[in-house]
């Protein structure tokens, strides 16, 4: 299986996609697709799943973010590269006015 990037995900030989629509957003007031909701979860195998599989890596939740804020956000530098290598724009605007960058920059890593 072709990956992309330089990320790498292992489905097995049998997988066969199901027909979940990859660009149907959550039943929630944000109305992310699940590439938004995967670029959150510190995991950039499931992005990288969700784009071999159609899923845009540039495209809005109702709240006008990105996948590539959620990423900076939680400071996913592997998912904001996978992001920006297929398509993500770094300089894309969120509905706050941010950058990813100003994003990760406004992250807290301290949990006190």
């Given at each position: 299986?072709?990956?992309?990037?330089?990320?790498?995900?292992?489905?097995?030989?049998?997988?066969?996609?199901?027909?979940?629509?990859?660009?149907?957003?959550?039943?929630?007031?944000?109305?992310?697709?699940?590439?938004?909701?995967?670029?959150?979860?510190?995991?950039p195998a499931a992005v990288a799943f969700l784009l071999e599989r159609g899923a845009a890596a540039h495209t809005p939740n109702k709240?006008?973010?990105?996948?590539?804020?959620?990423?900076?956000?939680v400071g996913d530098l592997d998912t904001v590269m996978l992001l920006l290598r297929n398509g993500a724009d770094g300089q894309q605007l969120n509905g706050d006015g941010k950058t990813p960058l100003e994003m990760a920059e406004g992250r807290s890593d301290d949990p006190g």
């Amino acid at each position: 299986m072709e990956l992309l990037g330089d990320a790498s995900v292992h489905t097995g030989t049998n997988a066969r996609p199901t027909g979940a629509d990859v660009h149907a957003p959550a039943d929630n007031r944000f109305g992310s697709a699940p590439v938004h909701l995967a670029a959150t979860s510190g995991k950039p195998a499931a992005v990288a799943f969700l784009l071999e599989r159609g899923a845009a890596a540039h495209t809005p939740n109702k709240m006008m973010s990105y996948p590539i804020h959620g990423a900076a956000m939680v400071g996913d530098l592997d998912t904001v590269m996978l992001l920006l290598r297929n398509g993500a724009d770094g300089q894309q605007l969120n509905g706050d006015g941010k950058t990813p960058l100003e994003m990760a920059e406004g992250r807290s890593d301290d949990p006190g």
